[in-house]
């Protein structure tokens, strides 16, 4: 069974950094792309990247470029979604995806999702 | 970027009745789209995906259709458990992956 188990909430002040992770299991981690979105409280979903464990090939959207960075280790099965100076509009729920359509070239839906996690930035 | 819109934001629909969802694309996308359900406090889910097609476990009730920028999710009678939000995703413009804004289905 595929799952995605992503790290625990965090409560951060307003320029403090942060990393987050989803650790996938049931499947080849390293060739199926995981992207990342965001869901800022009320609201809908934000595709912010995606990333290809095996090569680290990294996707960003533009509004989201130099806001966030994202990363993986595939030896040990996780992605990372990273900030070095959040803001309280960075407070909201994070969820990982795994690609679903198994193409490289062009990545397409997301099959099974992590459980989020909810990052609060308060000063 | 290909810009989706949903509509309506809000449909209110009685257990039994069937539910439209509409999903427009700002340029054409092909078949390359993707509806999810999301519940409260909960992730999202893929319901279906090229449009049309159901992914693994979902009930022949939920039809996807469309092409180009039109796009419809149809919820044929509908149960307690559909109840919930609905969004359609874009990826035929690669490398930018985009989300709807999301129709809200409730009693």
Excluded at chain 2, 47 to 55: E, G, H, K, Q, V
Aim: charged share 15%; aromatic share 12%; net charge neutral.
């Amino acid at each position: 069974e595929v799952q995605l188990v992503q790290s625990g909430p965090e409560v951060k002040k307003p320029g403090e950094s942060l990393k987050i992770s989803c650790k996938g299991s049931g499947y080849t981690f390293a060739t199926d792309w995981i992207g990342w979105v965001r869901q800022m409280p009320g609201k809908g979903l934000e595709w912010l990247g995606i990333i290809f464990p095996h090569n680290s090939d990294t996707r960003i959207s533009p509004p989201f470029q130099g806001l966030v960075t994202i990363s993986a280790d595939k030896s040990i099965n996780t992605a990372y979604l990273q900030w070095s100076s959040l803001k309280a509009s960075d407070t909201a729920m994070y969820f990982c995806a795994k690609e679903g359509s198994g193409s490289y070239f062009r990545p397409a839906y997301f099959r099974q999702w992590g459980q989020g996690t909810l990052v609060t930035v308060s000063s | 970027e290909t810009v989706m819109t949903q509509s309506p934001d809000t449909l209110s629909v009685s257990p039994g009745e069937r539910a439209t969802l509409s999903c427009r694309a700002s340029q054409s996308i092909s078949t390359d789209l993707a509806w999810y359900q999301q519940k409260p406090g909960q992730a999202p889910s893929l319901l279906i995906y090229d449009s049309s097609t159901r992914a693994t476990g979902i009930p022949a009730r939920f039809i996807g259709s469309g092409s180009g920028t039109e796009f419809t999710l149809t919820i044929n009678s509908l149960q307690s458990e559909d109840f919930a939000v609905y969004y359609c995703q874009q990826y035929n413009s690669w490398p930018s992956l985009t989300f709807g804004g999301g129709t809200k289905v409730e009693i």
